[in-house]
């Protein structure tokens, strides 16, 4: 019955974020939009609200937008940082593979062109990826990290050749084919998420849908198959690190996202139950409370 109620709850609110046209045309005009420079190209970056900067980096084929239950709960104590990562969104298309260490450093500068000295970051997947390689090697920029649905382990083989095939399609057309959105769809719901929240799905299908095939590619190749081993590298972290796996996810096994957090000294860890691979845009109230709770424990 808890259950139920819970799931009712974060029904009523994704009506209101994914379905309602003037509330979310009132959202988007709240937040600045701007360009940034770096070295993977011109980043698009929202930006709302006041406060200690809370930066969030989507997953592969969604863009900033994934994290507007995260705005709507946070931007009246925070500056709200949304970054469409390179290659998506309204970022500049990407023409070359990348390494997780230079997604650092594109955070790197977009914190600098925006004059934040140090944020809290939220990452989800390839944000999450990135997040863990980024409170390692740019400590004095973090005040704390909650990592989401992510790895820092490589891709199985078996992983690795269904990515590389995916790209070859991908690079010959500019848009993404029906077959790889159902894919996507299916890899980022969870079984619950696909069962009773058809707004999520919808807004997973119509986002994966604009992406521009010809230049996602190169991130999606960047961050599965040539992914590298990162483990040894957060064991320099010494920030105050969440690391939460969804229960449903169908990309990232808990135990792998697990083995993410136990490599991380004092990273806590924590599963989501009901949910898949983009747990902020499945769960958000639940993330949210998560996020506060831990907060309220670890930053001053």
């Known amino acids: 019955m808890a259950h139920a109620k819970e799931d009712a709850r974060e029904l009523t609110t994704l009506k209101t974020e994914l379905v309602m046209p003037s509330t979310e045309r009132q959202r988007v005009a709240t937040l600045r939009k701007q360009r940034i420079a770096t070295l993977l190209g011109e980043i698009n970056v929202h930006v709302v609200g006041n406060g200690p900067a809370m930066v969030c980096w989507p997953s592969l084929l969604m863009t900033g937008q994934m994290w507007r239950g995260q705005v709507d709960h946070f931007a009246s104590s925070h500056k709200m940082v949304l970054i469409d990562s390179p290659g998506h969104g309204e970022s500049d298309p990407l ?31 390839w944000g999450g990826m990135m997040g863990g390689v980024f409170v390692a090697l740019y400590p004095s920029r973090t005040r704390a990290a909650v990592l989401m649905n992510c790895t820092a382990s490589v891709a199985g083989w078996r992983q690795k050749i269904e990515f590389l095939l995916m790209t070859s399609i991908l ?130």
């Open 95 to 125: 023409n070359r593979y990348f390494t997780l260490e230079e997604c650092a450093l594109c955070l790197s500068q977009i914190l600098d062109q925006l004059e934040i000295e140090d944020c809290i970051l939220l990452g989800n997947s």
């Open 171 to 300: 690079r010959r057309r500019r848009t993404v084919p029906k077959p790889v959105i159902n894919r996507a769809v299916k890899a980022f719901a969870g079984a619950t998420t696909e069962r009773t929240k058809p707004e999520v799905v919808e807004y997973i299908r119509s986002t994966v849908a604009a992406a521009r095939a010809d230049s996602v590619c190169w991130a999606i190749d960047s961050v599965v198959p040539r992914r590298a081993e990162h483990r040894a590298l957060l064991g320099a972290i010494r920030k105050p690190v969440l690391v939460m796996a969804g229960e449903e996810d169908r990309t990232f096994p808990v135990a792998e996202t697990r083995a993410m957090a136990e490599a991380i000294p004092g990273g806590l860890f924590r599963v989501l139950p009901r949910v898949g691979h983009l747990a902020a845009l499945e769960a958000p109230q639940a993330i949210n409370a998560a996020i506060d709770e831990f907060l309220r424990e670890v930053v001053a």
